[in-house]
């Protein structure tokens, strides 16, 4: 009997220290459980920005790849017209120099 009226008064002077810290470990996981669910919506958010940002970046790259068929479309049309230019340019030479021989004649 001695033996369980000490166990009796050992168990009196731990159960409140134990359910103290039982209490703690409550608030604890609370605080894990809330960090948790912030991570996962941390990770969901950037998830989301990630994918709008590739979203964006190939919507980008849509445009740049029309501005450069643009440019290339212009730059042959240019291209077209550099021989006519030179050939013009040749005749207007040409008349130019007509015109000085008929001046002095």
């Excluded at 940002?53 to 550099?82: A, P, Q, Y």
């Amino acid at each position: 009997m001695p033996a369980d009226k000490l166990l009796a008064g050992i168990e009196r002077l731990i159960s409140p220290k134990l359910n103290e810290i039982i209490g703690e470990l409550k608030a604890i996981n609370t605080r894990i459980d809330s960090t948790n669910e912030r991570i996962d919506s941390l990770r969901n958010e950037t998830k989301t920005e990630i994918n709008s940002v590739r979203s964006e970046i190939s919507s980008v790259r849509k445009e740049i790849e029309g501005l450069r068929t643009e440019i290339n479309v212009k730059f042959d049309s240019l291209e077209k017209r550099i021989p006519v230019i030179e050939k013009m340019a040749a005749l207007e030479l040409r008349i130019a120099e007509l015109e000085k021989k008929l001046a002095v004649a």
